[in-house]
């Protein structure tokens, strides 16, 4: 059972939230990022959580390839790239085409060649490729986990919604995403966290966990490709977009064993990205959790396929 948090706590944090995207704002963008930038610092260094999770996760992905040293600045980079991310939040809605493009490049556009699913990952200002690809003239649709909150999950989504996104509530999204992509829409989905449903067991950084079998799941059915997305910022705060050719879908007529393959290679492929600048992945995020309903689920069901 969920633990019931403050009610005022709760409310606090809303209003201190939306108080933060508001006065970010109306900030140069240079200021807000400073901002930004110094909110996670100041978080991973006084909050033992934050900076705790982010170095277990971190051993747990490299082990002995890296020092304790460069583990604890890819930790303080990744609470840092937090605070920046929550600080260009407000940005949402002024990135019209022009301010857009100036902001961001976009890489591999030309591989959106109808409806499609794209898989990314809480790296960079994951909360800008769908407003970016919208300034390019894409008709996106991202799933999204609904806040616990109901107040600061309307800000949210307001923000999110505001240049033209549609947002889909992640629980039973399975037939408006359909319906959307019948519709010719792109539909992006973050594939980088733990999930609670509908999950199968992968690796990532060569460990066992779960992932979302969403993507292949829509693939399989919807008969669409599933493109790779990434949102990198460079060192002079300019962000690349990079649109990957699609992974391989093809069928061996095994069901199980496809949704495995392509659930995998969803997760090779983010891997792949996030190594190249570890700095920028959400390692506060508990990405290795054990799901013991899941385990017991899947180990049943596999004992059942043994024995059919």
């Not at 490729?129 to 999950?153: C, M, Q, S, W, Y």
């Not at 060569?206 to 493109?227: D, L, N």
């Not at 969803?266 to 996030?274: G, N, R, S």
Request: one cysteine or more.
């Amino acid at each position: 059972m969920a633990k019931r948090r403050n009610p005022a706590l709760v409310w606090l944090s809303t209003t201190l939230s939306v108080a933060f995207a508001r006065l970010t704002a109306i900030l140069p963008l240079s200021l807000a990022r400073g901002l930004g930038r110094l909110c996670g610092r100041l978080a991973y260094y006084m909050i033992p959580r934050v900076r705790n999770v982010c170095l277990q996760n971190l051993d747990h992905a490299y082990g002995d390839s890296i020092g304790r040293s460069e583990m604890r600045r890819i930790a303080r980079e990744a609470a840092e790239n937090v605070g920046i991310v929550a600080a260009e939040f407000s940005r949402i809605s002024a990135l019209d085409a022009a301010t857009a493009k100036s902001l961001v490049t976009v890489n591999g556009l030309d591989h959106i060649k109808g409806p499609c699913f794209l898989v990314g990952a809480h790296m960079g200002n994951w909360e800008w490729f769908a407003p970016v690809l919208v300034a390019h003239g894409v008709r996106i649709a991202e799933v999204v986990r609904p806040l616990d909150d109901p107040r600061l999950n309307a800000f949210v989504d307001r923000t999110r919604s505001a240049c033209g996104v549609r947002t889909i509530a992640k629980e039973r999204s399975g037939p408006e995403i359909l319906r959307l992509l019948r519709e010719g829409w792109v539909v992006g989905v973050l594939v980088d966290q733990s999930p609670r449903e509908a999950a199968l067991p992968v690796t990532f950084f060569g460990k066992p966990c779960w992932a979302t079998v969403a993507p292949a799941m829509v693939a399989m059915r919807a008969k669409i490709p599933i493109h790779p997305i990434t949102i990198v910022r460079q060192s002079n705060g300019h962000y690349n977009v990079t649109i990957s050719p699609p992974i391989d879908t093809s069928r061996t007529g095994n069901m199980r064993d496809d949704l495995l393959a392509i659930t995998q290679r969803c997760q090779d492929a983010i891997e792949a990205e996030i190594r190249k600048t570890p700095g920028q992945w959400l390692w506060l995020h508990r990405r290795w959790k054990e799901r013991p309903r899941l385990d017991a689920e899947w180990r049943a069901k596999e004992e059942k396929s043994k024995n059919g």
